[in-house]
């Protein structure tokens, strides 16, 4: 007997009438055939079941702090850095892990089963990576929380950095940071890039540097960390995070950056909810985007995540820790409204974040982890469209968080009738009219 079966679920590649077995927390078997024996069926009733939703860039340290020591009047990257300076002293080791583990509950109830959060190390006593540390051991049961060494006020612009940063590690943080566009000088980021490369390098570790992030069309620190990761054979092991100056650059340089990133295997991430909103803040009309060219990076093969990167922190003051939202607000900014480009959104919250984690066990195959989310959709598309209900989030075969299922009753026009929000035909995952309708949601 197994001990969990989800049957008659619809997968993101559009199979439909899938029976998941799962047993000791793996999955077991993956088909169209009925499993009836096991400690617990769940009938998916042709609603979507996907593996769970990556985070591939948050901050875990400054969620939940909105308006502390008081709001960001301005809104703006550089007054929220300026906010952070002034809040940092006054936080402690158990109000970081209070913070942190409400986040996490917050994730695990929108089907987030995997963070990767940058941990600023500019702070001689480490506080912030120590607590984090011991949230990382608190969830593992339920979350695969991933630290990156993120040194906030610049590696080598920070006076205490060079040490607290390899000091982060030691104790045990997962992945090297960096903000070389943060830097003094544009040759100190790169200085700066070759450094911490280096250290992931001798240390066999992986590296993930926020990157670019401003509107300077002539910023250039990617490439430096695409030669870079070259350079140390870091080749598949190396994230450029943000990367907004790519919108503003000229797009004859790009034709050239974009087959080095390629050749580099690096993954680029997007955070589209933070892009939108601190991005192009000294344009005045047209106002540009910020968000880095997603749509011709994927289609130049090169792997591209999303991550939520804030919520309720002084750079944001919006969010629920909500994978949807991002790919929402993804797909919007990128005009990525054809039918396969809106697919492929749904990837960069799930296996594509997973990928540049370099998660175990992550899928939907015989083998994988038994994780999964069950949600009120009927498709991938259909899940960014309406960001429903995760009807049950589910850990090594273990539901660890459940939804009720919502459906509105309208009193209109003198009928009162269940709004799913579904029109009777709906679209394949490829954009084609399916012949059937929709079982019931
Ligand atoms: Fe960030």
């Known amino acids: 007997?197994?001990?969990?079966?989800?049957?008659?679920?619809?997968?993101?590649?559009?199979?439909?009438?899938?029976?998941?077995?799962?047993?000791?927390?793996?999955?077991?078997?993956?088909?169209?055939?009925?499993?009836?024996?096991?400690?617990?069926?769940?009938?998916?009733?042709?609603?979507?079941?996907?593996?769970?939703?990556?985070?591939?860039?948050?901050?875990?340290?400054?969620?939940?702090?909105?308006?502390?020591?008081?709001?960001?009047?301005?809104?703006?990257?550089?007054?929220?850095?300026?906010?952070?300076?002034?809040?940092?002293?006054?936080?402690?080791?158990?109000?970081?892990?209070?913070r942190a583990l409400e986040l996490c509950r917050w994730a695990v109830a929108r089907g987030t089963l995997a963070i990767r959060s940058h941990v600023d190390v500019c702070d001689p006593s480490l506080r912030a990576v120590k607590a984090l540390l011991e949230v990382r051991e608190l969830v593992k049961r339920e979350i695969d929380l991933q630290l990156v060494a993120f040194p906030q006020d610049g590696f080598l612009r920070s006076p205490v950095a060079e040490t607290t940063l390899p000091a982060a590690l030691e104790l045990g943080v997962d992945v090297v940071g960096g903000i070389p566009h943060f830097e003094r000088t544009m040759a100190e980021g790169a200085a700066s890039v070759?450094?911490?490369?280096?250290?992931?390098?001798?240390?066999?570790?992986?590296?993930?540097?926020?990157?670019?992030?401003?509107?300077?069309?002539?910023?250039?620190?990617?490439?430096?960390?695409?030669?870079?990761?070259?350079?140390?054979?870091?080749?598949?092991?190396?994230?450029?995070?943000?990367?907004?100056?790519?919108?503003?650059?000229?797009?004859?340089?790009?034709?050239?950056?974009?087959?080095?990133?390629?050749?580099?295997?690096?993954?680029?991430?997007a955070n589209p909810l933070i892009n939108i909103t601190l991005q192009g803040r000294h344009d005045t009309y047209p106002k540009r985007r910020g968000m880095?060219?997603?749509?011709?990076?994927?289609?130049?093969?090169?792997?591209?995540?999303c991550g939520h990167d804030c919520v309720m922190d002084p750079w944001y003051p919006l969010g629920s820790h909500d994978m949807l939202d991002v790919a929402h607000m993804g797909l919007h900014v990128g005009q990525m409204t054809g039918s396969l480009e809106m697919r492929k959104m749904f990837d960069c919250v799930t296996v594509n974040a997973a990928r540049a984690l370099h998660l175990d066990g992550y899928g939907l195959e015989p083998g994988?982890?038994?994780?999964?989310?069950?949600?009120?959709?009927?498709?991938?598309?259909?899940?960014?469209?309406?960001?429903p209900a995760r009807l049950a989030v589910i850990r090594r075969g273990r539901v660890i968080a459940e939804t009720p299922r919502a459906v509105p009753t309208v009193h209109l026009a003198g009928k009162t009738a269940a709004v799913t929000f579904h029109v009777k035909k709906a679209l394949s995952p490829s954009g084609e009219i399916n012949a059937t309708s929709p079982g019931p949601i």
């Open 194 to 269: 070759e450094r911490l490369c280096r250290i992931a390098a001798d240390r066999g570790l992986l590296v993930d540097m926020h990157c670019d992030e401003s509107d300077d069309p002539l910023s250039r620190q990617v490439e430096v960390l695409a030669r870079e990761t070259i350079r140390h054979r870091l080749q598949g092991r190396v994230v450029g995070s943000h990367l907004t100056a790519m919108h503003s650059m000229d797009n004859y340089y790009v034709s050239k950056l974009i087959p080095l990133m390629h050749e580099a295997e690096m993954t680029a991430i």
């Open 1 to 98: 007997m197994l001990d969990l079966v989800v049957r008659n679920a619809v997968l993101p590649d559009g199979r439909e009438g899938m029976t998941i077995g799962c047993e000791k927390g793996r999955i077991v078997t993956l088909s169209r055939d009925v499993v009836a024996e096991a400690e617990r069926v769940i009938d998916a009733q042709a609603c979507l079941v996907s593996p769970p939703f990556v985070d591939a860039h948050f901050h875990m340290d400054s969620a939940l702090t909105y308006g502390r020591p008081r709001v960001n009047r301005s809104g703006t990257l550089l007054e929220g850095i300026a906010l952070w300076g002034e809040l940092k002293p006054s936080l402690t080791h158990d109000e970081i892990c209070e």
């Open 292 to 305: 880095t060219r997603v749509k011709e990076l994927l289609e130049a093969g090169v792997n591209v995540a």
């Open 368 to 387: 994988c982890w038994a994780d999964m989310v069950l949600l009120q959709a009927h498709s991938a598309v259909d899940a960014i469209r309406l960001r």
